[in-house]
């Protein structure tokens, strides 16, 4: 198994697919990458890249290349993420080329952090789909040849964000690839791709990290202290991104929130919950929001097992004296419809819904079970 697998952390399975696809010589020409946002799928994609172009007979000559991919530099990687579109842009602008220079520089400084540490996540605002324009600039990257180079590789990040035009650019590179390039596709939303680039590419599935393999990310990879990661880690469902969203939004100021909210919500007491809401919502303060969703559904997941079976593992130890209160009054609630509620209303903030609304929402559904 090549060195550069190591670098992937977790998911053995995938390390293992692509150590015997790299082994048989016989390389797709495209992928799909598929799993939640965070678990380390564009890690792997740049580690699969350096894995391809590495040769023992030319270390040298390898090591100047190695350097050159983890850096995201061309032609050996082209990297292609959502950006924001420019003022007064159109389809016949290249895809920078009407950014200002402040966000050309925060661009530049979010491709530093991710070269330096490929399991960062690049943030940029405004980031909402995958310009056609980046597509077409495909054709220019393919139209240079490079014959020194063994494999070329195009990754593609988020790219479920691109729309029916940018795919349909997409599908007429995938059907007559040139020799030596690869395309890697990474999505945490495979469905919302055409089923006729699903159908061109190798389907590799991701799975959520294990606690023992994210704690050591957060504290080796991120420099999170060990004590804060520890407290963070159940919370995340097995991903970087949502590990880093809690440290950066005040986990413990976003468990006492979201412990407030269960309570002012069961108690019908509607105007102290909203009032939680309240900050996040003059900011507009979706990734807050988002992450308040994410622990009421843990809380109602542990109050679930705390029901069916007493002194087991869960998320709320800490508050466990929450869950013991609401089954005494309430031991017969049904909470399934209402966390589905809760995940969709979640799910529904790509398509700009109004946050007032949203948030009078989740106040609504958690009410419901103390209806009766």
């Known amino acids: ?128 789909f995958i310009k056609i324009s980046s597509i077409r600039d495909i054709k220019k990257f393919l139209s240079f040849s490079y014959e020194d180079i063994k494999y070329r590789v195009i990754l593609i990040s988020q790219a479920h964000l691109m729309n029916e035009e940018s795919q349909n650019a997409l599908l007429k590179n995938l059907e007559e690839p040139p020799e030596g390039v690869i395309f890697i596709l990474s999505t945490s939303s495979p469905e919302k791709l055409r089923e006729t680039i699903r159908s061109r590419c190798w389907k590799i599935n991701f799975q959520p990290l294990e606690e023992n393999d994210l704690l050591y990310i957060l504290t080796q990879k991120f420099e999170i202290e060990s004590s804060i990661a520890k407290e963070v880690v159940p919370f995340s469902g097995g991903s970087i991104q949502t590990a880093m969203s809690l440290i950066e939004n005040d986990f413990e100021s976003l468990l006492d929130k979201t412990i407030k909210i269960l309570r002012y919500s069961f108690g019908k007491k509607y105007n102290s919950a909203f009032m939680e809401f309240e900050e996040m919502l003059s900011e507009s303060d979706v990734t807050r929001i988002k992450l308040v969703i994410t622990m009421i559904i843990i809380w109602l997941n542990d109050y679930q097992k705390y029901r069916l079976v007493e002194g087991g593992r869960f998320f709320y130890s800490n508050r466990i004296e929450t869950l013991e209160k609401f089954k005494a009054k309430f031991p017969d609630v049904n909470i399934a419809e209402v966390t589905n509620n809760l995940d969709r209303i979640s799910s529904s903030f790509r398509n700009n819904i109004n946050l007032n609304v949203a948030v009078c929402n989740i106040v609504f559904q958690l009410s419901k079970l103390t209806a009766y």
């Open 1 to 128: 198994m090549s060195i550069f697998f190591d670098e992937i952390i977790g998911n053995d399975k995938v390390k293992i697919i692509l150590s015997n696809i790299l082994q048989s010589g016989n390389i797709p020409h495209a992928f799909l990458f598929t799993g939640a946002d965070g678990i380390g799928k564009e890690n792997a994609a740049i580690s699969f890249t350096k894995a391809l172009n590495y040769s023992q007979q030319t270390p040298q000559i390898s090591d100047k290349i190695i350097t050159s991919i983890d850096n995201l530099n061309e032609p050996y990687i082209k990297y292609i993420l959502p950006l924001p579109r420019g003022k007064n842009e159109t389809e016949q602008n290249d895809p920078y080329e009407k950014l200002t220079e402040d966000e050309i520089d925060q661009i530049n400084l979010e491709f530093k952090k991710k070269s330096t540490n490929h399991l960062y996540k690049i943030k940029i605002k405004r980031d909402n």
